[in-house]
Nanobody, 123 residues
Framework: QVQLVESGGGLVQAGGSLRLSCAAS????????MGWYRQAPGKQRELVAA???????NYADSVKGRFTISRDNAKNTVYLQMNSLKPEDTAVYYC?????????????????WGQGTQVTVSS
């Protein structure tokens, strides 16, 4: 009913930049929060940045001032601009979207995850 397609990961040297994208499609009535999480090997998945439909954006302390989350509501897409990347930013990055589905006359709250995209920062 909903698909999330991520793109933009890759290998970059420390100090470099990458931009991640996550596009949602399907039987979407509305999108509430959109966010990015990451999971490094041997570690738990952690919040990187979250952007509600209205209100304050939340960033992990480790990325404040370096990462910027944004969204294009017309395209149902969320972005993560990552600057001044560090080796400790190496992880699989996942987008997460909280939305309302509409199908066959019913509205359903739903939380969907992207497939993940690898970000590797070399020192």
């Amino acid at each position: 009913q909903v698909q999330l397609v991520e793109s933009g990961g890759g290998l970059v040297q420390a100090g470099g930049s990458l931009r991640l994208s996550c596009a949602a499609s399907g039987s979407i009535f509305s999108i509430n929060a959109m966010g990015w999480y990451r999971q490094a090997p041997g570690k738990q998945r952690e919040l990187v940045a979250a952007m509600p439909s209205s209100g304050n954006i939340n960033y992990a302390d480790s990325v404040k001032g370096r990462f910027t989350i944004s969204r294009d509501n017309a395209k149902n897409t969320v972005y993560l601009q990552m600057n001044s990347l560090k080796p400790e930013d190496t992880a699989v990055y996942y987008c997460n979207v909280d939305l309302v589905l509409y199908s066959r006359g019913y509205y359903t709250d739903f939380s969907s995850w992207g497939q993940g995209t690898q970000v590797t920062v070399s020192s």
